[in-house]
């Protein structure tokens, strides 16, 4: 496809899970592995965009011609994907950000006690998705939906609630594909339309939602 695609776009992804901390030596996250972000910020470089990725923890290589900014918790997620944001023609969320986080953080290792139940408490992170896309000055903003039922009519509903542009749905029931795996099959569903992309490698899936994103952003933005 047409190489230049994305040229002279600043693209922005964040990728990964989030890491958030309960004391010096643990801390509560998900399997996510990146390779979905890492693989569509190597995708939008080859299209001409200047990428920004934003990362989570993860063991993975820096595409070429892509910027990574190494955060840990969701709210230095959300720190980092709010600096640079009103350079942002497209932002990509494809983060598995930790839902919740512990209320505080131990100063010290908490220690092991006699009681057979232990309490954690926990306080709701900052939506970063829908943090961006509730800006005036919103870029086009994509978000990803790993359901495992009801998949469109769950991702129809999350495109509206976090007034984004476009969500890419993700059947996480099926085995060999999605979290942590190296294939995917996605359907792209926008507020006028909605595309299947069949299985495929996560570096193929790649190149071709960001050729799809490329076209709509043109159409729909
Ligand atoms: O609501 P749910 O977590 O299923 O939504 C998934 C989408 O929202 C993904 O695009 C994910 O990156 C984004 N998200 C986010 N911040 C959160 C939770 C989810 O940006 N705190």
Do not use: W
Not at 75 to 86: K, P, V
Not at 182 to 209: G, M, Y
């Amino acid at each position: 496809f047409n190489s230049g695609a994305l040229a002279g776009l600043n693209v922005h992804i964040t990728a990964g899970p989030t890491r958030e901390p309960l004391d010096p030596v643990r801390y509560i996250s998900n399997h996510s592995s990146g390779k979905m972000g890492y693989a569509l910020a190597a995708a939008a470089a080859d299209a001409g965009a200047r990428v920004r990725l934003i990362s989570g923890p993860v063991n993975l290589t820096v595409p070429t011609h892509v910027e990574r900014i190494s955060v840990t918790t969701a709210e230095e997620m959300l720190q980092a994907s709010l600096e640079e944001i009103n350079h942002c023609d497209i932002f990509i969320a494809c983060a598995a950000v930790a839902d919740y986080r512990p209320t505080s953080i131990a100063e010290h290792k908490i220690k092991k006690g006699n009681e057979e139940i232990m309490e954690l408490h926990l306080v709701k992170n900052p939506d970063i998705v829908a943090t961006i896309a509730a800006r005036e000055d919103k870029p086009f903003t994509i978000g990803f939906a790993a359901e495992t039922r009801d998949v469109i009519s769950y991702a129809r509903g999350k495109l509206d609630r976090k007034n984004l542009d476009m969500i890419i749905a993700n059947d996480v029931s099926q085995a060999g594909i999605g979290f942590n795996s190296d294939e995917n099959a996605v359907t792209l569903v926008t507020h006028t339309t909605q595309i299947d992309i069949p299985q495929t490698s996560k570096r193929q899936l790649a190149t071709q939602l960001i050729e799809q994103i490329s076209l709509l952003y043109k159409t729909e933005k």
